[in-house]
């Protein structure tokens, strides 16, 4: 590689760079909008979408119509994929994309339950997660990852837990909606004879995070979907955590742990989804 090639790798480095500075700062400013949103008293009614347990509020489409058009005028090149109003594609094949998911934990939020979520991530034009961030309106908590730079809560690094058992500690996962997913009995079943404790709060996006911020041994949802995964899932991976599998798949299980109880976990989960997945894969 000569010099003008080295210079020009470097001049795009820095351009990616800046630019992801600058995303940060845009999709902090909208959490906080979005939160502030989610903390007003609630108005409008409920709608079933795919089915009585999928439903929409008027809230969820007026955070994401918002945060469709700052993203638009902030960034005009940018694709965007949405829970609420689908995907528009990028102006170029090459550029990135935002995923959003406005109220993550919408049951939650209709039913008058404090724990929901706002989801907002950018990855590149092949899925390789740029940015996350996951806010949690009611505890005022703002998890943040940009790529290579660690994870934070409120601008304070944060790390995975460093305890070596899942033994009193806990686990996290979600429902696909109303229903377990294939092999979630077995694996709580296995979780519990572990004096494991398992929760379902409502949350994926909120329930992912908890491993990054260490509070949280392992989480697990059973169906992958960018909106309200891939943010919390680099969130979670530059605060140290381990994924199985490494680089998560549409609509197929996702798996994150502390690194201590990686090997404890995937032998656990190995066993009750019959995927040959180790921890060295991740």
Partial sequence: ?????????????????????????????LAAWASEAIRRPRDGGVREKASPADIVTQTDETIEAHVRSVLRSAFPAHGIEGEEYGTDEPATPNAPYWVVDPVDGTTNYAHGIGWCSFSLGLAAADGTPLLGLVADPWRGE???????????????????????????????????AHAHWPGLDALLAALSARHC???????TALSLVQVAAGRASAAAVGEFHAVDGLPAYLIAREAGAVALPEVPVYDEPLLLMAPGVAEEMAELWRTVTSRRITPEQA
């Avoid at 404790?197 to 949350?203: D, F, I, K, L």
């Fill in 1 to 29: 590689m000569n010099n003008h090639d080295r210079n020009h790798d470097h001049d795009l480095d820095l351009a990616l760079e800046l630019d992801l500075d600058r995303a940060l700062a845009v999709a902090t400013d």
């Fill in 142 to 176: 703002t998890f943040t990852a940009v790529r290579g730079r660690g994870a934070y809560l409120n601008g304070t690094p944060i790390r995975a837990a460093t305890h070596t058992t899942l033994t009193g500690h806990l686990f996290l996962t979600e429902w696909a």
């Fill in 197 to 203: 404790t398992a929760r379902v709060m409502g949350s």
